[in-house]
Nanobody, 123 residues
Framework: QVQLVESGGGLVQAGDSLRLSCAASGRTFSTYFMGWFRQAPGKEREFVAA????????YYGDSMKGRFIISRDNAKNTFYLQMNSLKPEDTAVYYC????????????????WGQGTQVTVSS
């Protein structure tokens, strides 16, 4: 497992951008697939985006395509979620997570999770 710490959440207005960071500890960070999930009050945890260990492939939830960009810097043991054109419905707690399994859209495959960071988008 790796230990994960998110940062970068906050309160923004609709249409604004925000970048989340997830710092990982552990020498094997580069061997993990990394993902972002979010959970709004009263809703199930939702897949946001994921990236392969090399950064060569990325995956997005349907409502994030074209607005969010996931990236990683293995040298810094950090990966990112750039969120553009934010909408009020993007309001949620965002979690980063790590897995070595291929089913990156399923939260059950992840065995390491951060504590979450709140993103609030006002209209």
């Amino acid at each position: 497992q790796v230990q994960l710490v998110e940062s970068g959440g906050g309160l923004v207005q609709a249409g604004d951008s925000l970048r989340l960071s997830c710092a990982a500890s552990g020498r094997t960070f580069s061997t993990y697939f990394m993902g972002w999930f979010r959970q709004a009050p009263g809703k199930e945890r939702e897949f946001v985006a994921a990236i392969t260990w090399s950064g060569g492939s990325t995956y997005y939830g349907d409502s994030m395509k074209g607005r969010f960009i996931i990236s990683r810097d293995n040298a810094k043991n950090t990966f990112y979620l750039q969120m553009n054109s934010l909408k009020p419905e993007d309001t949620a707690v965002y979690y980063c997570a790590a897995t070595k399994l291929l089913n990156v859209r399923d939260s059950r495959t992840y065995d390491s999770w951060g504590q979450g960071t709140q993103v609030t988008v006002s209209s």
